[in-house]
C-alpha cells in the first residue's frame, strides 16, 4: 500500500501574487500530500496569511498555479465553487454570522450549498459540535460564548462541509491563553482523524507535536521546509536560525 | 415619611446640588410652568368649532362624502391586517421559543391591553383629540370597532396553531382595503387629507426601498457599468431638494412619457417622491454594507456559498439591522416631507388646514393658530410612533448581537 502522503493534494507551482507594487509571495513551490498536516510559522507580513487564502481563492494569485485535489484554480467560478467546498477554512477572527444561532452557523452551508434536508443537516451539525466538544451551546448565539467556544464552533462550521483540506489562519491568535489549549487540543484531534491540514501559526508546541512538515516563510519566499525534528535541533538557513532564536 | 426620605434626598442632589444647579432648576421650572400655563389657557379658552366642522376635510380630504363608508371598511379590514400580524408574530415568537426548549410566553391576555397601550400611547392621544372634536357618534364607533377587531383577530391568531401562510392575509387584505376605497372611480386621485400623507409615506417607502437596496447593491457592483449607474443616480436625485422634483413630477414628468400615458397628479407626486427617496435609502443601507466586516463575507465564500447567497443570508441580514435607527429616521422625514405636496395644490393634511381657514366662516379670523397645532399633532403622533417602534425593534434584535 502506497503512502497517502505521497499523493498531492494541494499543488503550488511558481505562485506568485502581488498587492499592488508589494510582492506578497515570490515563486512558491510547494506540494501538500493526503493527510498531511503542514504547519506554516515566519515572521508578521512574511506572505503565511497570503499563501493559504491563495489555495481557496479568497486571494487570486497572480501567476503560476493552485491545484486543489486535481482542480485547477483559474477564473471559472465553478472551479473556484467546487475547491471550496472541499476546503475548510478557519480564521482568526472567528468570522462566524453573529445573527444566526450556533446550529445555524453550522447547518448554513449544508443545506445552502449541499442542498441538505432541515433534519439530516442539524443532525450532522450536532455531531460536528460534539466532535469539538460544545453540542450544548446549539442554540446560543455567538455573541454569548467564548472565544475558544466561538473558534471551535467555526471549526465544527467548517467540518460540516465535510472537507478533504482544512485551512487555519492564525486559529489561536485572538484568544486568551487559556482557551488556545482547548482549539488546539481540537486541531490535533481533527489531524489525527486524516484530514489535510494547513496550518499558520506562532504555536511552536503544536508545529512540534502534530506536524508532518514545518514551512519557514520570509518576505514571501519558502525559505526552508523540513520535518519538525529537523527544523527545530537543526535548521540550515541563516533567517531561520535568527526566526527561531527570537520567539524561542 | 419612610418613602419621603429618599425622594427628599433625591431632589437635594439632583435639583439642588449647588447654586448653579439650583438656579437652573429654578429657571427651568419657571419656564415651564409659564409654557403650561399658557397651553392651558389656550385649550381652555380656544374655540375649536374649525376642527369640529372640518374633521373629515382634515383626515380624508376631498374623499366625496357619501362614500366616506369606504374608508370606514378600509380602516376595518387594516385593523385586521394589524391584528393579524400582531397575532402572527407573537405565535411565531412562542414558537421559535419552545422548539429551543427556553419558557414559552403566555399568550396575549388583559395584560398586553394595557401594555398595548404604553407602547402606543401617542396614537392613542391622537385617536382621543379627534374623536372629542366629533360631531356625530359614528367615529367613534369606528375606532372603538376597529380597535376590538384588532384585538380580536390578534388574540385569535396568537392561539392559533402558527403557519407561515397566514402572513399572505397581512399582505393581501391592505390590497382589500385599496380597492375598497379606489373602486367606483375613487381612484387615488382623490384622496387627501391625514390619508393622502399616510398613503404617500407607506407606499413611497414600499416602493423606494427595492430600489434603493438594489442601488446601494449596484453601487458596490464589480460591473462598472451597474456602479457607474448607481453612483450617478444616487448622486444626481440626492443633490436636488425635494420640492424640486416634485414640482417636476407635476410639470415635466409628461415629457418622458407617451402621450397615451397621463398619469394622475398623486402618481406623478408618488413617482417623483419614489425616486427621490430610493437615492436616500440606497445610501442608508450602503452605510450598513460598510460597516460589515470584510471577514463576513470571507467565511461565507470560504463555506462555498455563492455571491448572492452570501449578500442574502449573511451581508443584508446583518447591514439592515445595522441601519434601522438612519432607516426610520429616512422614514420619519419622508413622512413629514410628504406635507410639500401641498407646494403642487394637492389637499394633503397641511393643505387641508389652509383649505379650513379660508372657509368663509372662518376666514381671517387668525385660526391658524388652531389648526396648524393639530396637524402638528398628528405628525407628531405618527413620527414619534414610528421612532418608538424603532427603538423597541433595535432592543428586540439586539440578541445575538457581535
Same mark, same amino acid.
Given at each position: 500500500?502506497?503512502?497517502? +502522503?505521497?499523493?498531492?493534494?494541494?499543488?503550488?507551482? +511558481?505562485?506568485?501574487?502581488?498587492?499592488?507594487?508589494?510582492?506578497?509571495?515570490?515563486?512558491?513551490?510547494?506540494?501538500?500530500?493526503?493527510?498531511?498536516?503542514?504547519?506554516?510559522?515566519?515572521?508578521?507580513?512574511?506572505?503565511?496569511?497570503?499563501?493559504? &487564502?491563495?489555495?481557496? &481563492?479568497?486571494?487570486? /494569485?497572480?501567476?503560476?498555479?493552485?491545484?486543489?485535489?486535481?482542480?485547477?484554480?483559474?477564473?471559472?467560478?465553478?472551479?473556484?465553487?467546487?475547491? &471550496?467546498?472541499?476546503?475548510?477554512?478557519?480564521?482568526?477572527?472567528?468570522?462566524?454570522?453573529? /445573527?444566526?444561532?450556533?446550529?445555524?452557523?453550522?447547518?448554513?452551508?449544508?443545506?445552502?450549498?449541499?442542498?441538505?434536508?432541515?433534519?439530516?443537516?442539524? +443532525?450532522?451539525?450536532?455531531?460536528?459540535?460534539? &466532535?469539538?466538544?460544545?453540542?450544548?451551546?446549539?442554540?446560543?448565539?455567538?455573541?454569548?460564548?467564548?472565544?475558544?467556544?466561538?473558534?471551535?464552533?467555526?471549526?465544527?462550521?467548517?467540518?460540516?462541509?465535510?472537507?478533504?483540506?482544512?485551512?487555519?489562519?492564525?486559529?489561536?491568535?485572538?484568544?486568551?491563553?487559556?482557551?488556545?489549549?482547548?482549539?488546539?487540543?481540537?486541531?490535533?484531534?481533527?489531524?489525527?482523524?486524516?484530514?489535510?491540514?494547513?496550518?499558520?501559526?506562532?504555536?511552536?508546541?503544536?508545529?512540534?507535536?502534530?506536524?508532518?512538515?514545518?514551512?519557514?516563510?520570509?518576505?514571501?519566499?519558502?525559505?526552508?521546509?523540513?520535518?519538525?525534528? /529537523?527544523?527545530?535541533?537543526?535548521?540550515?538557513?541563516?533567517?531561520?536560525?535568527?526566526?527561531?532564536?527570537?520567539?524561542? | 415619611?419612610?418613602?419621603?426620605?429618599?425622594? #427628599?434626598?433625591?431632589?437635594?442632589?439632583?435639583?439642588? =446640588?449647588?447654586?448653579?444647579?439650583?438656579?437652573?432648576?429654578?429657571?427651568?421650572?419657571?419656564?415651564?410652568?409659564?409654557?403650561?400655563?399658557?397651553?392651558?389657557?389656550?385649550?381652555?379658552?380656544?374655540?375649536?368649532?374649525?376642527?369640529? #366642522?372640518?374633521?373629515?376635510?382634515?383626515?380624508?380630504?376631498?374623499?366625496?362624502?357619501?362614500?366616506?363608508?369606504?374608508?370606514?371598511?378600509?380602516?376595518?379590514?387594516?385593523?385586521?391586517?394589524? %391584528?393579524?400580524?400582531?397575532?402572527?408574530?407573537?405565535?411565531?415568537?412562542?414558537?421559535?421559543?419552545?422548539?429551543?426548549?427556553?419558557?414559552?410566553?403566555?399568550?396575549? =391576555?388583559?395584560?398586553?391591553?394595557?401594555?398595548?397601550?404604553?407602547?402606543?400611547?401617542?396614537?392613542?392621544?391622537?385617536?382621543?383629540?379627534?374623536?372629542?372634536?366629533?360631531?356625530?357618534?359614528?367615529?367613534?364607533?369606528?375606532?372603538?370597532?376597529?380597535?376590538?377587531?384588532?384585538?380580536?383577530?390578534?388574540?385569535?391568531?396568537?392561539?392559533?396553531?402558527?403557519?407561515?401562510?397566514?402572513?399572505?392575509?397581512?399582505?393581501?387584505?391592505?390590497?382589500?382595503?385599496?380597492?375598497?376605497? *379606489? *373602486?367606483?372611480?375613487?381612484?387615488?386621485?382623490?384622496? %387627501? %387629507?391625514?390619508?393622502?400623507?399616510?398613503?404617500?409615506?407607506?407606499?413611497?417607502?414600499?416602493?423606494?426601498?427595492?430600489?434603493?437596496?438594489?442601488?446601494?447593491?449596484?453601487?458596490?457592483?464589480?460591473?462598472?457599468?451597474?456602479?457607474?449607474? *448607481?453612483?450617478?443616480?444616487?448622486?444626481?436625485?440626492?443633490?436636488?431638494?425635494?420640492?424640486?422634483?416634485?414640482?417636476? $413630477?407635476?410639470?415635466?414628468?409628461?415629457?418622458?412619457?407617451?402621450?397615451?400615458?397621463?398619469?394622475?397628479?398623486?402618481?406623478?407626486?408618488?413617482?417623483?417622491?419614489?425616486?427621490?427617496?430610493?437615492?436616500?435609502?440606497?445610501?442608508?443601507?450602503? =452605510? =450598513?454594507?460598510?460597516?460589515?466586516?470584510?471577514?463576513?463575507?470571507?467565511?461565507?465564500?470560504?463555506?462555498?456559498?455563492?455571491?448572492?447567497?452570501?449578500?442574502?443570508?449573511?451581508?443584508?441580514?446583518?447591514?439592515?439591522?445595522?441601519?434601522?435607527?438612519?432607516?426610520? $429616521?429616512?422614514?420619519?422625514?419622508?413622512?413629514?416631507?410628504?406635507?410639500?405636496?401641498?407646494?403642487?395644490?394637492?389637499?394633503?393634511?397641511?393643505?387641508?388646514?389652509?383649505?379650513?381657514?379660508?372657509?368663509?366662516?372662518?376666514?381671517?379670523? $387668525?385660526?391658524?393658530?388652531?389648526?396648524?397645532?393639530?396637524?402638528?399633532?398628528?405628525?407628531?403622533?405618527? *413620527?414619534?410612533?414610528?421612532?418608538?417602534?424603532? #427603538?423597541?425593534?433595535?432592543?428586540?434584535? $439586539?440578541?445575538?448581537?457581535?
Amino acid at each position: 500500500m502506497t503512502d497517502p +502522503k505521497s499523493q498531492p493534494m494541494i499543488q503550488l507551482e +511558481k505562485v506568485d501574487k502581488f498587492f499592488g507594487s508589494f510582492q506578497a509571495l515570490r515563486d512558491i513551490d510547494l506540494v501538500v500530500g493526503r493527510t498531511e498536516v503542514v504547519v506554516v510559522i515566519g515572521p508578521s507580513g512574511s506572505g503565511k496569511s497570503t499563501l493559504i &487564502r491563495c489555495i481557496n &481563492r479568497l486571494e487570486k /494569485h497572480d501567476a503560476g498555479r493552485v491545484i486543489v485535489d486535481g482542480i485547477e484554480l483559474t477564473d471559472d467560478v465553478r472551479n473556484i465553487q467546487d475547491v &471550496r467546498k472541499e476546503t475548510g477554512m478557519v480564521f482568526q477572527q472567528f468570522n462566524l454570522f453573529p /445573527h444566526l444561532s450556533v446550529l445555524d452557523n453550522v447547518t448554513l452551508a449544508p443545506r445552502q450549498v449541499r442542498r441538505m434536508g432541515k433534519d439530516e443537516s442539524e +443532525k450532522l451539525a450536532m455531531k460536528m459540535l460534539t &466532535r469539538v466538544r460544545i453540542p450544548e451551546q446549539a442554540r446560543k448565539f455567538p455573541g454569548q460564548l467564548s472565544g475558544g467556544q466561538q473558534q471551535r464552533v467555526a471549526i465544527a462550521r467548517s467540518l460540516a462541509m465535510q472537507p478533504k483540506i482544512m485551512l487555519f489562519d492564525e486559529p489561536t491568535s485572538a484568544l486568551d491563553p487559556e482557551m488556545i489549549k482547548e482549539v488546539l487540543e481540537t486541531m490535533e484531534e481533527l489531524a489525527a482523524t486524516g484530514m489535510t491540514m494547513i496550518v499558520v501559526t506562532h504555536e511552536m508546541g503544536f508545529a512540534r507535536a502534530v506536524a508532518d512538515r514545518v514551512v519557514f516563510m520570509a518576505d514571501g519566499q519558502i525559505v526552508e521546509v523540513g520535518t519538525p525534528e /529537523h527544523f527545530f535541533t537543526n535548521p540550515e538557513e541563516e533567517r531561520t536560525k535568527l526566526f527561531l532564536s527570537q520567539i524561542l | 415619611m419612610t418613602i419621603a426620605a429618599p425622594r #427628599r434626598r433625591w431632589v437635594k442632589k439632583n435639583l439642588f =446640588g449647588g447654586v448653579w444647579s439650583s438656579l437652573v432648576t429654578i429657571g427651568l421650572g419657571l419656564a415651564i410652568g409659564y409654557v403650561a400655563f399658557v397651553l392651558i389657557r389656550f385649550l381652555a379658552t380656544a374655540d375649536f368649532t374649525i376642527l369640529r #366642522r372640518n374633521l373629515a376635510l382634515f383626515m380624508v380630504g376631498s374623499f366625496p362624502r357619501p362614500e366616506l363608508w369606504r374608508v370606514a371598511v378600509a380602516v376595518l379590514i387594516l385593523a385586521v391586517a394589524a %391584528g393579524v400580524a400582531g397575532g402572527l408574530i407573537n405565535a411565531s415568537a412562542r414558537l421559535r421559543a419552545h422548539q429551543a426548549g427556553l419558557p414559552v410566553p403566555a399568550p396575549p =391576555g388583559p395584560r398586553s391591553l394595557v401594555n398595548g397601550f404604553r407602547r402606543y400611547w401617542p396614537l392613542a392621544l391622537l385617536i382621543a383629540v379627534c374623536l372629542l372634536l366629533t360631531e356625530t357618534v359614528t367615529p367613534t364607533i369606528l375606532v372603538l370597532g376597529a380597535i376590538g377587531i384588532l384585538v380580536a383577530s390578534s388574540w385569535a391568531l396568537a392561539r392559533l396553531p402558527y403557519s407561515r401562510w397566514s402572513w399572505s392575509l397581512v399582505v393581501a387584505l391592505p390590497f382589500v382595503a385599496y380597492l375598497v376605497l *379606489s *373602486s367606483s372611480g375613487l381612484g387615488w386621485d382623490k384622496w %387627501g %387629507g391625514f390619508m393622502l400623507n399616510i398613503f404617500l409615506t407607506v407606499a413611497g417607502i414600499l416602493f423606494a426601498f427595492p430600489i434603493g437596496l438594489s442601488l446601494a447593491l449596484g453601487r458596490r457592483s464589480s460591473l462598472p457599468i451597474v456602479r457607474t449607474f *448607481s453612483v450617478a443616480y444616487i448622486e444626481l436625485f440626492r443633490g436636488v431638494p425635494l420640492i424640486t422634483l416634485l414640482l417636476l $413630477g407635476v410639470f415635466a414628468l409628461r415629457l418622458f412619457l407617451p402621450s397615451q400615458l397621463n398619469p394622475s397628479s398623486v402618481t406623478r407626486i408618488l413617482v417623483a417622491i419614489t425616486i427621490f427617496e430610493a437615492a436616500y435609502i440606497a445610501e442608508v443601507i450602503r =452605510g =450598513g454594507l460598510q460597516s460589515l466586516p470584510t471577514g463576513q463575507v470571507e467565511a461565507a465564500s470560504s463555506l462555498g456559498l455563492s455571491t448572492w447567497k452570501t449578500t442574502r443570508l449573511i451581508v443584508l441580514p446583518q447591514a439592515l439591522r445595522a441601519t434601522i435607527p438612519a432607516m426610520v $429616521g429616512q422614514f420619519i422625514s419622508l413622512f413629514k416631507d410628504t406635507t410639500l405636496v401641498a407646494a403642487v395644490g394637492l389637499s394633503d393634511m397641511l393643505n387641508t388646514s389652509s383649505i379650513a381657514t379660508s372657509q368663509p366662516e372662518f376666514n381671517a379670523r $387668525g385660526l391658524a393658530r388652531i389648526t396648524l397645532p393639530f396637524v402638528a399633532l398628528a405628525f407628531w403622533a405618527g *413620527s414619534y410612533t414610528m421612532s418608538r417602534e424603532a #427603538r423597541r425593534l433595535e432592543r428586540r434584535l $439586539g440578541i445575538g448581537e457581535r
